[in-house]
């Protein structure tokens, strides 16, 4: 696994990111991209489910670009998370770390952030980037905020009109 929404295997001899994909996954790829050492890859199905995978709860995904693990099961995101920072940490740093005293799991999987950041489009339309795009999707990355801090009265909220600026990060809020 890697940060983002990609998985590493190998394919022909060569390293290949497939998003959304899980360890121990037997993925039917095309590959979409060659870059210098590595292959980009989209899965077109998943021949054989590696013991981490399950399907997504969130039913946004793949096409939110808001929870890049969510076909993982969440415990083990966790620790692949940690493996994933230790060896960063070691290549960059030299550090040998204890994947295992790196991350704390939150209380609950879903509902923990108490701040989050929308996209605005047009007429104030509040939304987060679908993956891999500057398009916005109204619903998307919900799951993750805490039920205390978000109060949606309809499916598509809206910003004040003096804060909606097209395509802008901003910042928002919600009611305690």
Same mark, same amino acid.
């Given at each position: 696994?890697?940060?983002?929404?990609?998985?590493?295997?190998? %394919?022909?001899?060569?390293?290949?990111?497939?998003?959304?994909?899980?360890?121990?996954?037997?993925?039917?790829?095309?590959?979409?991209?060659?870059?210098?050492?590595?292959?980009?890859?989209?899965?077109?199905?998943?021949?054989?489910?590696?013991?981490?995978?399950?399907?997504?709860? @969130?039913?946004?995904?793949?096409? @939110?670009?808001? @929870?890049?693990?969510?076909?993982?099961?969440?415990?083990?995101?966790?620790?692949?998370?940690?493996?994933?920072?230790?060896?960063?940490?070691?290549?960059?740093?030299?550090?040998?770390?204890?994947?295992?005293?790196?991350?704390?799991?939150?209380?609950?999987?879903?509902?923990?952030?108490?701040?989050?950041?929308?996209?605005?489009?047009?007429?104030?339309? %509040?939304?987060?980037?679908?993956?891999?795009?500057?398009?916005?999707?109204?619903?998307?990355?919900?799951? %993750?905020?805490?039920?205390?801090?978000?109060?949606?009265?309809?499916?598509?909220?809206?910003?004040?009109?003096?804060?909606?600026?097209?395509?802008?990060?901003?910042? @928002?809020?919600?009611?305690?």
């Amino acid at each position: 696994m890697t940060f983002g929404p990609y998985g590493v295997g190998r %394919l022909d001899g060569k390293a290949v990111m497939v998003p959304h994909a899980a360890p121990g996954d037997l993925l039917e790829v095309t590959v979409v991209q060659e870059r210098g050492g590595y292959l980009i890859a989209r899965a077109e199905r998943v021949l054989k489910a590696g013991a981490a995978r399950r399907t997504p709860p @969130c039913p946004y995904l793949p096409r @939110c670009g808001g @929870c890049d693990w969510q076909q993982i099961a969440y415990s083990e995101q966790t620790r692949f998370k940690a493996q994933v920072i230790a060896a960063t940490l070691n290549h960059a740093l030299g550090l040998e770390l204890n994947p295992a005293t790196l991350i704390e799991p939150a209380p609950a999987e879903f509902g923990y952030r108490a701040r989050i950041r929308f996209k605005t489009g047009r007429g104030g339309r %509040l939304g987060f980037y679908e993956a891999g795009s500057r398009r916005r999707t109204t619903h998307a990355g919900r799951a %993750l905020v805490s039920p205390r801090r978000t109060r949606h009265r309809s499916s598509a909220p809206r910003a004040s009109a003096e804060a909606a600026r097209p395509n802008r990060a901003r910042r @928002c809020a919600a009611d305690p």
